[in-house]
């Protein structure tokens, strides 16, 4: 599920339940519970909770959960949508042309930050950059997305 406080709401609140009531999957949001720590036009800050479902284990003798790279590019394709839509200013529809994700680190279970941003808004193409950021605030995954209004 989808988190934001008052003031987000008050905003952005009608971009929010568009996407949540009409567009993002099942299985989107019941697998991710994000909170949107700030959102403006073109930019956004979201806190990803832990599940561990989204998660594989890596067996002995480097035992850990790492975050799925699927819900990784999942994640970025989902969350970069609310800051384009609020600098658009409007619930446009839009499908996704291009997603490229590096992965630069293993994200670890514990706390993960998401930073999404548009790159270059024009009437037809949008390009934002969403990062991932682990525990420590390492960066560990970066990901360029081209959407298309429709």
């Known amino acids: 599920m989808i988190h934001a406080n008052a003031e987000t709401m008050s905003t952005y609140g009608h971009i929010i339940r568009k996407q949540i009531d009409d567009v993002f999957p099942a299985w989107v949001l019941n697998n991710f519970s994000v909170d949107i720590i700030e959102l403006t036009a073109?930019?956004?800050?979201?806190?990803?909770?832990?599940?561990?479902?989204?998660?594989?284990?890596v067996p002995a003798p480097n035992v850990?959960?790492?975050?799925?790279?699927?819900?990784?590019?999942?994640?970025?394709?989902?969350?970069l949508v609310f800051p384009v839509l609020a600098q658009v200013g409007q619930t446009k529809e839009m499908v996704t042309l291009n997603s490229n994700t590096e992965f630069l680190r293993p994200i670890k279970a514990g706390k993960v930050s998401i930073k999404a941003k548009v790159i270059k808004a024009g009437s037809k193409v949008v390009r934002g950059q969403v990062e991932?950021?682990?525990?420590?605030?390492?960066?560990?995954?970066?990901?360029?997305?081209?959407?298309?209004?429709?």
């Open 42 to 57: 073109g930019e956004a800050h979201y806190e990803l909770a832990y599940n561990p479902d989204l998660y594989r284990k």
């Open 64 to 79: 850990a959960e790492i975050l799925s790279g699927q819900a990784v590019m999942a994640l970025a394709d989902s969350l």
């Open 132 to 150: 991932v950021f682990d525990t420590d605030n390492k960066l560990c995954a970066l990901t360029i997305i081209c959407y298309i209004f429709i």
